[in-house]
């Protein structure tokens, strides 16, 4: 069964992968150890230039949780 994201051709500026990783850090004045990192298709540059952005989670559960969310949700094949 395809997916809808497989259905249509990626594009410049998609997710391409979603992982729970540790990354001690402070946003807001919350400390945080985990986060969700988000890897984008850079819009403007060519297939092998990604953007990052990380999302602060709670703990490390919530972080793969989100991250399993993302995956699932645009069909993501991480083996990670």
């Given at each position: 069964?395809?997916?809808?994201?497989?259905?249509?051709?990626?594009?410049?500026?998609d997710i391409v992968s979603a992982?729970?990783?540790?990354?001690?850090?402070?946003?807001?004045?919350?400390?945080?150890?985990?986060?969700?990192?988000?890897?984008?298709?850079?819009?403007?540059?060519?297939?092998?230039?990604?953007?990052?952005?990380?999302?602060?989670?709670?703990?490390?559960?919530?972080?793969?949780?989100?991250?399993?969310?993302?995956?699932?949700?645009?069909?993501?094949?991480?083996?990670?």
């Amino acid at each position: 069964m395809e997916s809808r994201l497989a259905e249509r051709s990626k594009h410049k500026g998609d997710i391409v992968s979603a992982f729970a990783v540790m990354k001690p850090s402070r946003e807001f004045g919350v400390y945080t150890e985990w986060v969700v990192r988000l890897s984008f298709q850079s819009p403007t540059g060519d297939s092998s230039d990604f953007l990052h952005r990380d999302l602060p989670c709670l703990n490390k559960e919530q972080a793969e949780q989100i991250a399993k969310r993302y995956n699932t949700a645009l069909d993501l094949d991480n083996n990670r």
